[in-house]
């Protein structure tokens, strides 16, 4: 019997920031298809109708069997969407097994205790934006505009109301019972022999201080002016609020007098003003307020470090296909101290130094790669693949997205040499003999890159 396996990485081409990937292995006895993700970043009726476009194309691949198992790596649309535009295409088709990351199980205590806490946050991130857009003074509408930068541009979910609603829909459409995955586990593919591919979870963490910690360290990242965000909601929320004794400020609001109200000022208070005025140091100014687009940014990134990590290792061949979503730098720090469960595990050594194919964190974003880690992936065969494409407004915009960041993209072409695919049409690297022969193929709608035994 011949146990030869072929592995196919079809990369969906969006035409827009966004995560779609179909995995296929065959050994000519059995095969198996794996959807990661599904999503993209603007969610319009253009993308609704990508979005039947590529169901269309699962179709034809999966035949009658269906998808035998999706993965979610985190609650974005640009990983997420698809599963509620197209939602009844997915139930169509047919799903057996999805696989989510133990912060979705609504039985993990420590899963509730940590969704709880991102909830009081978002609710008061909520808050705010509502007092800024009741709250009509001059001062604040730069703050205003930036804030709903953020939360419209970047379809941002403050409430998660549309992912959400994905999630439970993949909760749902499986005909087996949805797998909660945990770093340290090694879980078999369905309907494929153990023997042939296994994977193993590297996140995200259970430990909570790494997934807050969403900043590399020095030398982590591809950024090197890359900065901490610091910032206190309360203290935003309180000065937003108009009550009479403020908690986290020393005066009640009978010693506060505010500078936009100087007009109707007494006279007294006014001669007091001009003393004062001389030293601008005295002044509680609003201008702090900006850092609400900050507080709303890191909020984002925290989302990003939820990601649940695979490791897919083709076991006859030696090789491992690693997906980290958008994972940042705690999620990546943390996999050195995993303690695997299970059988046959491998060190993180092995895995990086096995890795054959790196879906690229975030777009080629600067901080959702780590440079100690693509370090360590040394394999001759290593191949790029970034769901970018520089057509996105939000990449030819004044003052861009930087994606893919420029020192990222050069350390990948040089650990690649060159074999770098990206979604945007005419933007994959054939340099000569560095692509396998009919390893690669390109079509509009996507991708695909081919492994054989």
Not at 36 to 49: E, H, P, V, Y
């Amino acid at each position: 019997m011949n146990n030869a396996l072929t592995t196919k990485i079809r990369m969906y081409r969006l035409h827009e920031l966004g995560d779609c990937f179909l995995l296929s292995f065959n050994d000519t006895t059995s095969e198996s298809h794996v959807l990661i993700d599904c999503g993209s970043f603007r969610n319009s009726n253009a993308s609704s109708k990508k979005f039947k476009e590529i169901t269309r194309d699962i179709r034809k691949i999966v035949g009658p069997k269906g998808i035998d198992l999706i993965v979610a790596t985190h609650q974005h649309n640009d990983h997420m969407s698809g599963f509620q535009h197209a939602r009844k295409d997915f139930e169509s088709i047919g799903v057996e097994q999805v696989f989510l990351s133990w912060l979705d199980d609504e039985n993990d205590a420590l899963a509730l205790d940590i969704g709880e806490q991102h909830n009081k946050v978002t609710r008061r991130l909520q808050s705010i934006r509502g007092r800024l857009k009741s709250d009509r003074r001059k001062e604040l509408a730069p703050i205003r505009m930036a804030l709903d930068e953020v939360v419209d541009e970047r379809s941002f979910e403050i409430d998660h109301s549309f992912t959400g609603k994905a999630t439970q829909f993949l909760k749902e459409v499986g005909t087996r019972p949805v797998q909660y995955l945990r770093p340290g586990q090694i879980v078999k593919v369905p309907n494929m022999s153990e023997d042939l591919v296994r994977i193993h979870v590297l996140g995200p963490p259970r430990n909570y201080k790494d997934i807050r910690s969403t900043n590399p360290r020095k030398g982590e990242s591809y950024d090197r002016h890359l900065s901490s965000i610091l910032f206190s909601i309360d203290e935003l929320n309180n000065a937003l609020s108009d009550q009479r004794a403020d908690p986290n400020f020393p005066f009640n609001d009978k010693f506060k007098e505010k500078l936009s109200n100087k007009k109707n000022w007494s006279k007294d208070t006014l001669a007091q003003w001009k003393d004062y005025n001389k030293e601008s140091w005295r002044n509680i100014d609003l201008d702090w307020l900006s850092i609400a687009k900050r507080f709303a940014l890191h909020l984002n990134s925290y989302t990003n470090n939820t990601s649940l990590v695979l490791a897919f290792e083709l076991v006859k061949l030696k090789k491992v296909l690693l997906f980290v979503g958008d994972a940042q730098a705690g999620n990546w720090r943390s996999w050195d101290a995993i303690d695997w469960k299970g059988d046959h595990p491998l060190d993180m050594d092995t895995l990086l130094r096995n890795t054959v194919f790196y879906k690229v964190g975030h777009h080629g974003s600067h901080n959702a790669t780590s440079k100690k880690a693509l370090d360590r992936m040394t394999h001759e065969d290593l191949v790029a693949f970034i769901p970018v494409n520089k057509k996105d407004p939000n990449l030819t915009k004044k003052n861009p997205w930087r994606m893919p960041a420029k020192n990222l993209y050069k350390a990948l072409d040089k650990k690649t040499k060159g074999r770098i695919a990206r979604m945007d049409e005419g933007k994959v690297q054939r340099k000569k003999n560095n692509w396998k022969a009919r390893s690669l193929k390109v079509d509009p709608l996507f991708v695909e890159y081919t492994i054989k035994d």
